[in-house]
Nanobody
Framework: VQLQASGGGLVQAGGSLRLSCAAS????????MGWYRQAPGKERELVAV???????NYADSVKGRFTMSRDNAKNTVYLLMNSLKPEDTAVYYC???????????WGKGTLVTVSS
């Protein structure tokens, strides 16, 4: 499974960005997709997850501002980030879970920088 994340960039506080993560390869048993982020000097943390049926869960720090969605036809998940804050600055990573094989897949990160 390969995960290709894109959409990061530089944005001013209060602005918006949409991240995309396209999955390819043997994705048949992939069910949960997630976005994680890692800020400089900090541990990687969960941002949002989405199940195969579309159920979502968010970190408290992004609830009400971020929305995760998926397009199963395109094998792509999205993270719409609104009202961005400088503390949202981080490298954002996409992760896929294959419960059948018991494997977690990580994509290369995409950098989001929010200026104050």
């Amino acid at each position: 499974v390969q995960l290709q994340a894109s959409g990061g960039g530089l944005v001013q506080a209060g602005g918006s960005l949409r991240l995309s993560c396209a999955a390819s390869g043997s994705i048949f048993s992939i069910n949960i997709m997630g976005w994680y982020r890692q800020a400089p000097g900090k541990e990687r943390e969960l941002v949002a997850v989405i199940t195969s049926s579309g159920g979502t869960n968010y970190a408290d720090s992004v609830k009400g501002r971020f929305t995760m969605s998926r397009d199963n036809a395109k094998n792509t998940v999205y993270l719409l980030m609104n009202s961005l804050k400088p503390e949202d600055t981080a490298v954002y990573y996409c992760r896929a879970t294959d419960p059948v094989l018991g494997i977690l897949y990580w994509g290369k990160g995409t950098l989001v920088t929010v200026s104050s």
